[in-house]
Each structure stands twice: as C-alpha cells, then as structure tokens.
C-alpha cells in the first residue's frame, strides 16, 4: 500500500506530503526541529528518537482513512492496478546492454550513442556489483560528456565533469576506457540509431494543449491528482494518434482516456460555461 499514491487517488493534491495527511487524517503535528540534527552521532537523543518515530507512528491512522475513502468511492481496484504495477520487477530490470536507452540523449549522433551503449552497459553492471545506484555511481551527465568527449586516457578522463581522479584512475576509469574504445570500433551500420522521442513527434501544439485542459478538468471533476492519470509525453502520443498509452487503459480510461480520443477525433468539444469548461458532443451536422 502507497500512502501517496492513495493520497492522490483521494484528493490529496499532486505530490501530498507525509505531513500534510498527518495534520489532515490523523489531526497531529510532527514537530519537525530534529530534522537536520546530526544523525551519526551514538546514542541518539531522545528528541531524536521521537521525530524518527513519528515518520512511521501515523501511518495506521492515515492507512485507514485512505482506505475508508478508497472503499466509498469505489477507487480501491484504481490503487491495487498501481501497487501491481510497482510490484512488477519487469519494471526495474534492465538488460545492461539495453540500458542507455533510458538515457536521454537528444542529438547525440550515432558515433557518439554507440560509445554511450558501451557506457551505460559498464555502469549498469557495475552498480549491480556494488548494489548503489546507477545514478550515485555516475550521473547520466557525466556519462553522456565522456560519449561525446570520448577521452583516450586517465588525465583526459578526470577532467570530465563528475569524475574524480581517483575514480579516473582506478578499476572504474579503466572499464570506462575500454568501454570508450569498444564503442569507436563498432561499425557504422551496427551504431545505434538515435531514438525517436515521444516530445518530438509531429503534433499540433494546440491540440496538446485542449487536452490539457481536458485533462486538468477531468482530474478537478474526479478529485484525482493530474500526474497520476496521465503524462506530458501520453497527451502528445494521445494527440499524434496512437492509443496504446497507460492513459488509455484500466480506470484511466473511464475518468480521462475515452474523453481524450473523443476530443482527439473531434467528438467532443469544449467551451466555457458559466466561468467553467464545459463538455459536449460535437455537432455532427456542422461541416
């Protein structure tokens, strides 16, 4: 169970914080004076071990308020398909060699994605050796100067931004040198082709923008938080005509989805009534 996202099922806003369900479900205050004291030294303080506990002390009062609303209102299925859908490892797992696909990467050119491929294969595996984060190991910026920097050596290497020297000069540096060389020596038909994203597909900006609105009405009408329903890049794939987004699907589609398609092909209009967007079937005797 996902206290936030049941949150923003519920009304809680976009991004509802633990704080704020506190105050609001369980009616207390989490006296907040504790948060950037020093937390390395032993033994804690009492004020300390009373902040800590709070973070977690609410959550059964929160959980069944959440869960009162969720059954009223018939939207428990909505947060189960979430919870699903973050318990599916297909999710998190990433074939190393595929990983530089989650990289964006716009205008990098096919010489230098090629070096990025063999970049991000070398971080991914080596993350998963040490269990860090792929991010906290080397930042997607980093990775994608040297691509482009392409340095032949360890001094070349350490003045890449995010990259120690030490780091430059140790085990990680040399696989990053090697993965650099493999990468040059890919031929030109095997490089990877620059991707094609869905920001840049070829869409009417106002049309986007009308399902904006929709969207931002629909949310309002259902009390559910925007970004949970659907993304920036689902409404320009929605507007470009493909109808395979999340926003299509499951209950998505019954408070926006099937809304969205009748806007996109001209079905449904919207207009201003009263101070308020109102929704209308479009007029199919109008030419």
């Known amino acids: 169970f996902d206290t ?12 509802a914080s633990y704080e704020t369900l506190v105050r609001k479900l369980a009616g207390a205050q989490i006296d907040k004076s504790s948060r950037f004291s020093d937390w390395s030294k032993r033994p804690l303080e ?3 071990l009373s902040y800590a506990l709070s973070d977690v002390a609410h959550l059964p009062e929160i959980y069944k308020k959440l869960h009162t609303t969720l059954t009223g209102t018939g939207r428990s299925s909505w947060v189960q398909e979430e919870m699903d859908a973050l318990c599916n490892s297909n999710l998190y797992a990433a ?3 595929d990983a530089w696909k989650k990289i964006k990467s716009r205008g990098a050119g096919a010489r230098t994605l090629a070096v990025l491929r063999e970049l991000a294969m070398v971080r991914e595996i080596s993350a998963r050796r040490h269990n860090i984060p792929r991010q906290r190991l080397l930042k997607d910026a980093s990775l994608l100067e040297v691509a482009s920097a392409c340095p032949r050596n360890e001094t070349q290497l350490a003045r890449i931004r995010g990259l120690s020297e030490g780091t430059a000069r140790g085990k990680l540096g040399s696989e990053i040198l090697n993965a650099i060389t493999r990468g040059l020596n890919i031929p030109q038909e095997e490089r990877p082709r620059p991707q094609n994203h869905k920001e840049n ?14 969207l931002k009405t629909k949310c309002e009408q259902h009390g559910v938080a925007q970004k949970l329903v659907a993304k920036n890049s689902e409404l320009i794939q929605i507007a470009a005509g493909h109808d395979t987004v999340p926003a299509l699907k499951g209950w998505r589609y019954h408070i926006f989805g099937s809304d969205a398609l009748k806007l996109r092909d001209g079905i449904l209009s919207l207009s201003i009534n009263n101070g308020e967007v109102s929704m209308s079937p479009c007029d199919s005797s109008v030419g």
């Open 201 to 214: 597909l070829p869409v009417s900006a106002p049309v986007v923008d009308l399902l904006k609105v929709l």
């Open 95 to 97: 074939e190393p060699k």
């Open 4 to 15: 936030q996202i049941a949150a923003m099922v519920c009304g809680f806003g976009e991004a």
């Open 46 to 48: 009492k004020r300390q």
